[in-house]
């Protein structure tokens, strides 16, 4: 089982905000990553840090956390954001790396 | 441009071995961890482990000691994963990410800013 928890599926209206989350007691000392993945591609970086944005990645994504549960937010989703999005994290070992179960989001 | 680039596709028998390449471009090889993740058909991400350039220290995750093991060779940049005693939920993608990590308010954070395409890993009699 994961020790970063995200709910299997969100949906948004075309425009509106929508906020993925992902909790697990590692979050409260690290910063977890965020990774967008469309159908037979590869995962692509769209948040790590506090909330900071690779270069390509549009200012809608933006990323936050409060004590073990960081948030991806996605504000005014397009259609091209329909994906599965995942966290991850060092694990509580601090030796280990984990993803969350991933959500797929859908923009209707 | 930072490039990772992985090996063809693989169909392997139960109990085979398989080893899966990742060359890298566009950056200093030595200067950065790399990590292998996983993905079966529909499932989700996989982390299976990571190695420094110098190839130590490396970690696994649990699930695969044993039957894991990932090299790195700094002369042509490339890395290298190996699973051992492969069975049918083994099947997957396979991927090579490259390490990046920093801190902010104390707090340190890693990500994987580069990705290879993936390898299908297919094990089946």
């Known amino acids: 089982s994961s020790e970063l928890t995200q709910d299997p599926a969100v949906s948004v209206a075309l425009g509106q905000t929508v906020s993925i989350t992902c909790q697990g007691d590692?979050?409260?000392?690290?910063?977890v990553s965020w990774y967008q993945q469309k159908p037979g591609q590869a995962p692509v970086l769209v948040i790590y840090?506090?909330?900071n944005r690779p270069s390509g990645i549009p200012d809608r994504f933006s990323g936050s956390s409060s004590g073990n549960t960081a948030s991806l937010t996605i504000t005014g989703a397009q259609a091209e954001d329909e994906a599965d999005y995942y966290c991850?994290?060092?694990?509580?070992?601090?030796?280990?790396?984990?993803f969350g179960g991933g959500t797929k989001l859908t923009v209707l | 441009q930072v490039q990772l680039v992985q090996s063809g596709a693989e169909v392997k028998e139960p109990g085979a071995s398989v080893k899966v390449s990742c060359k890298a471009s566009?950056?200093?090889?030595?200067?950065?961890?790399m990590h292998w993740v996983r993905q079966a058909p529909g499932q989700g991400l996989e982390w299976m482990g990571v190695i420094h350039p110098s190839g130590a220290p490396r970690s696994y995750a649990q699930k695969f000691q044993g039957r894991l093991t990932l090299t790195m060779d700094t002369s042509t940049s490339a890395a290298h994963m190996e699973l051992s005693s492969l069975r049918s939920d083994d099947t997957a993608v396979y991927y090579c990410?490259?390490?990046?990590?920093?801190?902010?308010?104390?707090?340190?954070?890693?990500?994987?800013?580069?990705w290879g395409r993936g390898t299908l890993v297919t094990v089946s009699s």
């Open positions: 590692s979050l409260r000392n690290t910063y």
């Open positions: 990410a490259r390490d990046v990590s920093g801190t902010y308010d104390q707090r340190t954070y890693w990500y994987f800013d580069f």
């Open positions: 840090g506090k909330n």
């Open positions: 991850k994290s060092r694990d509580s070992s601090g030796d280990h790396w984990v």
């Open positions: 566009g950056y200093s090889f030595s200067s950065h961890y």
